[in-house]
């Protein structure tokens, strides 16, 4: 009876060679070492636990190093989101405008003190004041318990404010400078209250970039202000010297037309007797100055840092601007797009009805002919050619101006000089020829009114 030796009957076991030996023992070196520098820096940072919060901390600090960037990428990516919705919302300039507008008016009482911001969010709208004592704030407004002079409304609301302009006819001039940080409300100044003479310094790229977006803005079809671009200004914009465009405001001593809106005079570092000009002109009413640098006298001041960020002090203003660029520049492309649109939309012509009263469109049949009536509408139909058919051309197609010579364009009639023509398509007949199921057009007709020719 033979037995098997449990240890030589098994699988051989792997020979141990002299470099693995080696390298067994070359980390297990380096472990060694590591534990002693391990825990000789941990007593020198004052025990495991301090270690251990130092070791936290540095971890933090390097996460948030490599992750700030991608967060202030994103952060900027959804200011221009906000503020180019903002800048393309109707809802929103309408609100401004009727917030301004209602609050002057809710003024008038109080002598001396006018709304010179509005503060337009998702949770509502608020409007900052200038007065010198406190204010009560009329329905639908509440007034804010630590600022007195600061008044919101609920975005239910918005309808509730009267539609009627400010006092003596003054228009408010809105204009976006910027988005708060924290609750991404946009910032909207009116430049039409206060000393009328607005400046913006600090970086010199922050602050150029700043003066582009307002002038854009004052300029824009929803600004409603008249823009002159002093020379100096834009470097691919040539306007007029401003010693020359001063010359020109001060000897125009005519009004403004009725309807007319402000005119902003946008310039570059003025000197004090330009400044003194400037400065006339504004308190007299007849412009509202843009400037690039600072001003001596009493103004806004708009202080930009390299990061954007816009200060005013006087204002309680603290936005950032870094966004507005690109948000301007979506909304004008938006707004371009749109126009464009508009005028090359194909307007519709409405087709006279047929003697039976049925609309000349109402065929089934499909085609590049002339669109349908009423009772067709959207179906076009061909004509067959008929040779007694009229060559007189066809009205043209209303483009939104009226040429020389015709005063309306309307359902196929002209009214050329005294004379009124009336132009009818090809109507096709409803009564089948015998022994066919086609129908045969009958030919077109042209006739004046007021002669024997028109059709019975």
């Given amino acids: 009876m033979s037995s098997s030796n449990p240890f030589t009957s098994g699988p ?39 270690a251990w919060r130092l070791l936290r901390r540095e971890l933090a600090l390097t996460g948030k190093a490599f992750s700030e960037p991608v967060q202030t990428f994103q952060r900027h990516q959804r200011e221009v989101r906000v503020l180019a919705e903002h800048l393309s919302d109707p809802r929103a300039h309408l609100f401004v ?15 001396g ?23 009560t704030a009329p329905e639908p407004w509440q007034a804010d318990e630590n600022n007195p002079l600061s008044w919101y409304i609920d975005p239910d609301q918005w309808d509730a404010l009267p539609t009627a302009d400010g006092p003596r006819g003054r228009r408010p001039l809105p204009v976006t400078v910027g988005i708060t940080s924290e609750e991404e409300d946009c910032v909207v100044l009116d430049f039409a209250a206060g000393p009328r003479m607005i400046c913006v310094e600090g970086d010199g790229m922050a602050a150029q970039r700043l003066l582009y977006c307002l002038a854009a803005q004052l300029d824009s079809p929803a600004g409603g202000a008249r823009v002159v671009m002093a020379a100096g200004v834009h470097a691919h914009l040539s306007g007029p010297r401003l010693s020359t465009l001063l010359g020109e405001l001060e000897d125009d001593t005519e009004p403004a037309e009725p309807g007319a809106g402000e005119l902003v005079v946008v310039c570059s570092s003025p000197t004090d007797e330009q400044e003194r000009r400037l400065r006339a002109l504004a308190l007299a009413g007849r412009i509202i100055c843009l400037a690039l640098g600072r001003l001596a006298g009493h103004c806004w001041a708009l202080r930009v840092d390299s990061r954007g960020r816009v200060l005013a002090a006087e204002l309680g203003l603290d936005a950032d601007s870094a966004a507005l660029p690109r948000a301007v520049a979506r909304s004008l492309r938006e ?11 194909p307007r519709r012509r409405a087709v006279p009805a047929t003697s039976g009263g049925r609309p000349s469109g109402g065929g089934s049949g499909g085609g590049d002919g002339g669109t349908g009536g009423i009772g067709g509408a959207g179906v076009t139909r061909r004509h067959a050619k008929s040779p007694t058919r009229s060559t007189a051309k066809p009205a043209p197609r209303h483009s939104g101006r009226t040429p020389a010579g015709v005063t309306t364009t309307t359902g196929g009639y002209q009214s050329v000089g ?39």
């Fill in 12 to 50: 051989h076991l792997p020979k141990i060679t002299m470099p693995v030996a080696m390298a067994a023992l070359f980390v297990t070196v380096l472990l060694i070492v590591f534990i002693m520098v391990l825990r000789y820096v941990i007593r020198r940072l004052g025990g495991r636990r301090r």
């Fill in 97 to 111: 405008r009727r917030a301004l507008s209602a609050v002057q008016l809710a003024l008038t009482t109080a002598p």
């Fill in 113 to 135: 003190a006018y709304c010179y911001a509005v503060r337009v969010g998702p949770y509502g709208g608020e409007v900052q004041l200038a007065s010198r004592r406190p204010l």
């Fill in 335 to 345: 707004g371009a797009r749109l126009a464009s649109r508009e005028e090359r939309a």
């Fill in 418 to 456: 005294q004379e009124t023509t009336v132009v009818l398509p090809p109507v096709v007949s409803n009564e089948p020829i015998s022994g066919s199921s086609l129908t045969e057009p009958a030919p077109s007709e042209r006739f004046t009114k007021g002669t024997s020719s028109a059709p019975r």
